[in-house]
């Protein structure tokens, strides 16, 4: 059965920073591309970044430059390291997992539960 978790949220002020974890179990977490997604009150959920099997990483617009991707395939966990944040970034993160998909679209196989980030304005 295949479980993401993930872990780290929390109030940061804005300007701060935060790292968020996704431990994976169940797969072959080196042969899956992982994704973070968010969604905020009230509002659709969206795409943040992706980072593939081979390590390439991809970002919205909204976060490039301050939110950096990365895994670690011994631990089968991936990060989301938070740098510069702002209020508008204050969301549910989720991440997601698939065998296949590696993009912007919610086209993953598995999701976590979520982890709740908060920036106060």
């Known amino acids: 059965q295949v479980q993401l978790v993930e872990s780290g949220g929390g109030l940061v002020q804005a300007g701060g920073s935060l790292r968020l974890s996704c431990a994976a179990s169940?797969?072959?977490?080196?042969?899956?591309?992982m994704g973070w997604f968010r969604q905020a009150p009230g509002k659709e959920r969206e795409f943040v970044g992706a980072?593939?099997?081979?390590?390439?990483?991809q970002y919205a617009d909204s976060v490039n430059g301050r939110f950096t991707i990365s895994r670690d395939n011994a631990k089968n966990l991936v990060y989301l390291q938070m740098n510069s944040l702002k209020p508008e970034d204050t969301a549910v993160y989720y991440c997601a997992a698939s065998s296949g998909y590696y993009g912007p679209k919610d086209s993953y196989d598995y999701w976590g539960q979520g982890t709740q980030v908060i920036v106060p304005s």
């Open positions: 980072i593939s099997w081979m390590s390439t990483t």
């Open positions: 169940g797969l072959t977490f080196r042969q899956y591309n």
